[in-house]
């Protein structure tokens, strides 16, 4: 549904409210096709293309008309309704060509880990239910046909990607014909060589969140017992960076608060990281506990990202913070006119 609205509306010849996604992207969910995988907006996002989709065959004329017509709505201030309130809206002059450059593959079929703070945990059918059709044909006949363009982002997530039966093809396909920008969310239970190839390649990003710093705390997290094996893979990753590239392997940790919130777990977290060979801190919060709290986060949770920041600084690591930390940094700003943390700029 299109909406006219007075804040979208397009004053200057050629420029309009559109986003990377809607002009050159494509996402495969399990059961849709949309435009793009964002969602935490007040339009709710997702932008459908196709509803029950389970693998068939993709209609490219009529997907680039839909497209058009995305445009030529926009171009007259109506904006799709997912879209209102998006922060990946931008105004301005796109090129309006028929390729695709951002690819996301969500496939939500399977996962090697159990984490207590997982969407799936809370909607355990969701896994059994969901079809995993094959995303390689289309991979194929998009690049075959010259639609698909390397130089956008290419992400994988949802439930565990390197499991996956075709996981270790696609990506050695798309190193194969030179795309880069691959970048994967893993548990890092199982090792894949394929983008230990893009990361040695310098094409790929490799984050694992592992959110604890001892085997203990990680099995409890995790409801498995692959600790050691994980950090393991992280090594083998590592390894595989040089100076050029020592950012693409990240460590990740989920603040979840009552289970893995205190300078201790997190400081034995930095260090194997850092005894790893990883260059890249992450940090996040547990979603639902952020939602239930976001307008009362007490003082240790600051402490925390200050403290997991001031250690990532001396060892020279690049500091990342996901959207919901930086959000609540900004909330805190708004209200009190304190910075928590600073960052600088990735080199
Ligand atoms: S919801 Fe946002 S990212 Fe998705 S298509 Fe709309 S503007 Fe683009
Ligand atoms: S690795 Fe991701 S998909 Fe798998 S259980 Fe953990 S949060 Fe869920």
Redesign the pocket.
Known sequence: MFIYNDKYKSNKEGYYYS?P??EHGIVFFPQKIS??C?CG?S?G?H?LVRNNFSGQKIDWVRFNKIKHMFRNFHKKGKI?S??ID?P??EYKKWDEGDYIENLYISHWTYCNSKCIYCYERQNPDEFSLNTNYKVLPYIKEMHESGMLRAGGMIYFGGGEPTILDEFENIVTYLLDNFYWGIRVHSSGIKYSPAMARAIEEIRGYMIISVDAGSPEVYKRIKQVDCYDKVRDNIRKYALKTNYKGRYLVSGKYIIIPGVNDNKEEIEKWIQANYESGVWTTALDVEESWYHENRNNIPEYIYDLIKYAKKRSDKLNTNFEMYERLENMIEDEYKKTGRRIVKIKPVE
Do not use: E, V
């Open positions: 986003c996604w809607i435009f793009c964002h907006h339009g996002g932008t799709n997912a879209c998006c990946f809206l």
